[in-house]
């Protein structure tokens, strides 16, 4: 198995809310067939109903809204983006979980979850660099 992530899948309550919240961020996407498929660099975020996505992947759902123990992270070059996009966020209808603070890796960090409970962390890590087109590029091989 080759080491990439293609598509991260969100499973959401409310497909239409879920689409409009993420426009708000600045996200923009394609629906089709009751799925909403967002270029994010070189992997999708797709918006499907979590109630298909279970059944899908062969779970069952309880419904449980707390903590998968997973969070979503998006990398920034600056501090001054972490709070500008932590900002956008609130404003979006997003919960700030963790108001950007000094990381333990020397970095600058803060999580909202989105409407629907993922977490998402907002980072300005300076040992990670970010290419020209955003991707990430860890420092070790």
């Given amino acids: 198995m080759d080491q990439r992530i293609s598509i991260v899948t969100l499973g959401v309550a409310d497909l ?3 689409r409009a919240f993420y426009e708000r961020l600045g996200w923009r ?9 967002i270029q994010a660099g070189g992997l ?6 979590r109630a298909k996505l ?8 309880r419904g449980g809204d707390g ?6 992270a998006h990398n920034v070059r600056s501090r001054e983006e972490v709070d500008e996009i932590l900002g956008t ?4 209808g997003a919960t700030v979980t963790s108001p950007a603070h000094e990381t333990f890796y ?3 960090a803060g999580c909202f979850t989105d ?17 020209d087109d955003g991707s990430l590029i860890l420092p070790f091989g």
Avoid: K
Wanted: aromatic fraction near 10%.
């Fill in 89 to 92: 966020a609130a404003a979006a």
């Fill in 29 to 37: 996407g394609q629906e089709t067939q009751e799925t909403v498929f």
């Fill in 115 to 131: 409407l629907d409970g993922h977490v998402w962390e907002i980072a300005h890590n300076p040992g990670f660099a970010l290419a």
């Fill in 67 to 72: 903590f998968g123990g997973i969070s979503l």
């Fill in 44 to 49: 999708a975020l797709v918006l499907w109903s």
């Fill in 106 to 108: 020397g970095g600058y």
């Fill in 54 to 61: 279970a059944a899908d992947s062969g779970i069952d759902d």
């Fill in 16 to 18: 239409a809310r879920a």
